[in-house]
Each structure stands twice: as C-alpha cells, then as structure tokens.
C-alpha cells in the first residue's frame, strides 16, 4: 500500500460518525501501511478546494474522546456536485498524492464516491475508493443495518418510553402528544419507538411511517381510540409521512433545502393542530430534530462499535486492494448477536434508498411486527461511558 | 404525631418528583411516627374523590428505583377548583383520619395546598398541611430553587451542547437552528442553556426569555450576525417569549389549555419560519416539550437529592408541628455548593411567580451574567445511574 490517505465525512453527522473515522486511523496506525493520513476539512467542501488537515499523528488520547464526540470531527457539507466538481477533487487529491479514499456518508455520498472512482479511472489516476456506511436514516442497502441508526434509535426509544411515563401518570387531561422522528422516506426511527412499548407504561405508542399512506380520518379515529383506552394519547410519526397521492402532508407550506429537497421537520405540528381542531383532544408535539442525531449520551454501546469497525474493515478492504466497495454489515448470529463486516460494490448501494418492509407494520394497529422488534433490539444494547465534567459531557474537537 | 398521612403530586410532573415522594416515604418509615401513609391517585383527582392507594408498606426496593423514574407515580392531574371542591377534599380527608397532609408541586399547587389548610381551620379540622417545591420552570418564589429546575436545565444544556456540535461541524449550511424550552413566564431553563457555551463548541446560543421584550426586527439581526460569524447560529427561546405589548408571538393562534392558560409550544416554529422567509437562512426548530421535564438519563445528582431530602425535611416540619408552609432551599455555601432545608409560609409562595431576574441578563447580547452561572452551575451537576435494560431503562410504576 503506497500513498496518502484522505478521509471524508459527508452528509449530517451522527453520534457515531467520528467513531468511524477513528477506526480508519487507529488500523491505519496499528498496520503502519499508510503514507500520510488527510481528513477533508468539512467534507466535500474541502474535497473541492484541497483544504485537508493532517491526521497522521493524532494522539491517542484524542482519538479516544473523538469516540464519545457527536457531530462530524473533520466537518462537513451537502451541495450538488457536477462532474468538473468531480474532476477537480481527484486533480486535488492527485496533487496531495493520495492514493485511498475513504467516504464516510449515506447513500448520496456512497453516489458520489462511486462518481469520485470513475472519474479518477477516466482521468488514468489509481484511487483507492471505500464507503464506510452511515445514517441515522437506514436507508442504505445492502448491509443489516447502517452504523448511526442504533444509536439514533435508542435516542427515540428512550424519548417516547420518558414521555409516555409522563403523560401516563396525567390521564384524562385530554392531551394528546405527537413525537417527530427523522425519515424522509424510511420509517426505521419511527418504527424503532416501538421497543419504548415493552416495559412498565404498557402502551405501544401508534406509529406512522412513510410507507403506509397517511389517511388523515384514520389518524383521527386512532388517536380518539387510544385516547378513551389509556386515558391519554402517543403517536410517533415519521418527518416524511405521505398521504395516498405521495404527497408530503402541508407539502405546498414546506420550504426547500439546499439540494432542493423539501425541508422536512414539522408535520408533528400540523398533526398537533389537526387533533385540537378535530377532537374534543388537545394536541401537543415533541420534535427532537437534530439532536436525534446528536444526542451522544444515547449512544449505544453496540452502534458506537459497529461504526469503530466498520471504519477499520474499510481501511483493511484497501489495503487488500478492494476499490469501489461499500462495508456491509451482515448479521451472522441471532443469540448472541454478531455481524461480519464485508463489502458489497458501490454501483449496487449508491443512490438507492431501503424503505421499511411494509411486512414489518401493521398498518391497522399503527405498530410494528415481533421480526423487527427482534431485528432493532440488538442494535440499542448497552451504554457508552461519556466523560462528564460541571454535569456536561466533555467533547473532542479537531 | 397521631394520624395518617396523605401525599399527592400535583401538576405537570418532573425527572425528580418521586424522590420528593420518597423522601417523605423514607423519613415517615424511618422515624416510624406516622399511621398509615397514602397517596392521592391522580392528585387532585383522587383527593376528590377520596382515591388513596396506600403506601405504608412499599417496599424500599420500589422506593429506590422509583427514584430512578419519571413521571408522578401517584398520577397527577390539572383542574380549576371551587370552594366546594376544596370543603371536599377536607372531609374525604377527615373520613380517612387524614392528619397530615404533603403537597408536592408548584406555586398553583401552592395556592390549593394553602386553600386546604384555611379550609380545614374553617372546618375545625386539625389537619397539618406542607407544600414541598416541584418545577422544572423554577418559578416558585422564597426557595433558592426548586426541585425539578436542576434536571430539566442538565437536559437544556445537554441538548444545546449536542445540537452546537452537530451544527458546528456543518458550517455554511445555511440553517438556522431554535430550540424552544419550557417557561410560561419565566426564562430560567433557557438561560441555563448558556452553560453549553463554555466547552470546546465555543458559540454560545443567542437566548431569549419572556422576561425582555422580543422584538422581530432584532432577533433577525441577531440570527444574522451570529451565523455571518461562525458559518451557523443557534438561538435558545422560551415557549413563552412575549413582544414589548406583552403578547404571546403569534397569539391569536394559540389554543387554551384545561384550566384556560394559553397552551404554548410552537413559537420555535413560528420563528423557524420568520427566518426562511426574511433572511437567506433557513430556519428549522427544536422542540424536546414534555422530554424536558421527563428525560430521566439527564437528571443531575444534585437535584435527585434535594428532591428527595425536600421530602425528608418537610415530613420533619410536620413532625415538628409547622403546618401552612413550604419546604424551602437555602444555598447556604458557594464552594463547595450546600443548601439548607428551611420552610417559609405558604401564604408568601402561594400564585405568585418568580421570573427570571433581569440584571443577570443581557438584551444586546442575548446572554446571561456570570452570577446566573454560578447560580446555576451547581445545580446540574452529577449523574444518576438509571439501571437499563435491554438498551433502555427501567421504570418503575405504582
């Protein structure tokens, strides 16, 4: 293996995108069979100017505390990229002599480092190009689960499962409470809250995701018959719940982001006023946002090391003289729980997008099946022991 | 001391409420000087209707990890009372040989707990009544703070801290992120925010509290020159921010709660929306609601202890034959931070409001004074170890 090294992070971060980045390194520094190690200073941003820091000595002890740091350590960036933008990276990165390229990032990113590798092949530049998976999402293909997701999902779990403590020990006060999970197109967060539903509250909150059509009198019907059972009302929706015609509820009211997708976060407000306007029930909504992606003292244990490994099995997929490969996460044992770390070829997972298997909800009960429960509960085992000082955690930036 | 007791948990719950129950458990078993103990199902609710479940032989293991759990393990309840109600209670009181009467909440539970005293003089019924203090709002005046104030504040920073990594790491993005925290009429939980500006993430939040008029025009300004100096911007506002005519931000669309109260939770929306339609930025917002007042991992040591000694000190007071006051904290130490338990009249505390005091703020910097932060710090300090299972924790219901 000769050459540098080049490390981006893309897309939003998540509470374990850095542990990712640390697994690259640490194999990197344990095999001692790189040249220099560059991280892209806020991901594609960098990529396009040639604003790398150097990674190569990094302490230890650094590297340690990047683990339990949310946000994207070496930062980050979302733009649409042409191919001369394309072009312009690789000529970057020829100039720094970098010879492996590791993409942390979803399936946007994973298209663009498919991109990255094609354009340096057509511009005759051997590159080495490995996508370590992330999103909180899980809507990447071809592996178990994406690293993030866990840590994400016991986020919400937890934040449904304290909330329904609350509001079960207020029933009869007519409120209804609504939680808005990430998933633009994929219910997996929603669906996760599921799991809040199993110990002493005793009410599976009613979930909705994107891929059951949202039928505004349904929700109300569900949200009246949860209400006179229990006293008291929970639904858990997805940011990016549609009705039957596809669109985004209040779509005409949402604004675009910057690569012009509808920008998400809100519908749990609309659904709030929805139930106080249409109920004798009062409406309330609880929006995590972003710092469901972030909320690093939620992390589990479990994500927080899939993501480390997986960083490392990239880094040992190039020094194998794989390109152009994904890691994948399969899952080889059920009890215990274990994964394998593969790969599978970029082409097959970049831009594609793996929605909740529509066999895994019930659409009637608004929850979700015993095979999915048995699929996430893995993925949210065990805490990490985030450094604490004056009652805050102690976070690592570089 | 001849008679039985009677707990009730009023209003919105707290992470902290049932170490108050419990300390008054504890201290009741521990001095072996009450008769039976019972607890008011639903507050109110149950004192209305004569609904005790009896407490006198819970298990030490079930107070312990009650005070590991969220929510008012009584039940709680929110309504307006009439005189009658009040005549009510005192003699479903005096039918269960009721002599001692706790009341865990805040200052409209104050007011209840103060009505049922004079109440019960009226009635000629000796009953011996102790209000201990409850609200994530810190509200309550005569008490250093409330029980309650410490977690939910641990929360708001936390989440502030996390959010301001994440957005850090994407600078340029364009966005705008608000996060709204409780506080009808006082700023206390947004200006604890401040202290998740003192680590490495180095930007501290622009916070806006109900008590300095909010002005549209300067608030826009503020977002701008914060996001044209760190690539991002990050504003903390109260739910209950009011213009310089003392109305609530977009007034005439907020709906009433039970007991007539505007019900406020959204004006992060409403100023998300403010700032993609009036600067090049796109606002988006956070809303943690009920979370913040139930997010049990966040609790800090500090205030789980003085919830529970709250407890402890005010069935002292009835053993020592006080009656018509409440539980009052008295910061006795800066350093190291101690307080003592001491009582005022309920009479002093009962409907009246403590905002947040305006010299500690700062309205051209949108930043709070080193006092505040040495009043607060101490609060939030130390963690609880939630026992979990299965990647969640485990609760405890009664």
Redesign the interface.
């Known amino acids: 293996m000769k050459g540098n090294c080049l490390i981006a992070?893309s897309g939003?971060?998540t509470a374990v995108i850095n542990n990712s980045l640390c697994g690259i390194l640490k194999q990197a520094m344990h095999t001692q069979k790189a040249g220099k190690i560059f991280g892209a200073k806020?991901g594609i941003?960098g990529m396009l100017h040639g604003e790398y820091a150097n990674l190569t000595h990094l302490p230890s002890t650094v590297l340690d505390r990047l683990r339990c740091?949310?946000?994207?350590?070496?930062?980050?960036?979302?733009c649409k990229l042409s191919q001369a933008d394309v072009v312009r990276m690789v000529e970057h990165m020829r100039s720094a002599e970098i010879r492996f390229f590791f993409y942390i990032g979803g399936n946007g990113s994973m298209q663009v480092a498919r991109m990255i590798e094609q354009t340096a092949k057509e511009m005759g530049y051997g590159l080495t190009v490995i996508g370590i998976p992330k999103t909180v999402d899980n809507d990447l293909c071809l592996t178990d689960h994406a690293p993030g997701f866990g840590s994400a999902a016991?986020f919400i779990?937890?934040?449904v499962?304290?909330?329904a403590?609350?509001?079960?020990?207020?029933?009869?006060?007519?409120r209804v409470?609504i939680v808005e999970t990430m998933g633009r197109n994929a219910g997996w967060l929603a669906a996760a809250s599921a799991?809040?539903g199993?110990?002493?509250?005793d009410m599976p909150p009613l979930i909705y995701i994107p891929e059951a059509p949202f039928r505004t009198d349904r929700f109300l019907e569900d949200i009246q018959s949860q209400y006179d059972r229990y006293g008291c009302a929970l639904a858990v929706v997805s940011e990016g719940i549609r009705d039957e015609a596809g669109r985004l509820l209040a779509e005409d009211s949402i604004?675009k982001?910057?690569v012009g997708r509808p920008?998400l976060?809100?519908v749990s407000?609309y659904l709030?006023r929805l139930v106080?306007g249409n109920t004798g029930l009062?409406g309330?909504?609880?929006?995590?946002?972003?710092?469901q992606?972030?909320?690093?003292?939620?992390s589990?244990r479990v994500d927080v090391d899939e993501a480390y490994q997986a960083g490392k099995a990239g880094f040992q997929l190039a020094l194998e003289g794989r390109s152009g490969v994904m890691v994948s996460l399969r899952r080889i044992g059920k009890n215990p729980y274990t994964v394998a770390y593969e790969h599978v070829p970029l082409s097959e997972v970049a831009g594609r997008e793996r929605t909740f298997p529509v066999e895994w909800y019930d659409s009637r009960s608004r929850s979700v099946s015993q095979a999915f429960r048995e699929y996430v509960?893995p993925l949210?085992?065990?805490?990490v022991l985030v450094p604490?000082n004056?009652?805050?955690?102690?976070?690592?930036?570089i």
């Open positions: 992070q939003g971060p806020r941003y740091s949310p946000g994207a350590a070496l930062g980050s960036w979302r016991k779990a937890t934040c499962l304290d909330i403590m609350d509001i079960r020990s207020l029933p009869g006060s007519k409470t799991l809040s199993e110990g002493d509250t604004a982001d910057p920008q976060g809100g407000a709030a106080s009062q309330r909504n609880v929006l995590p946002g972003i710092w992606r972030s909320g690093m003292l939620f589990s509960a949210i085992q065990g805490e604490m004056n009652g805050l955690p102690v976070y690592q930036t």
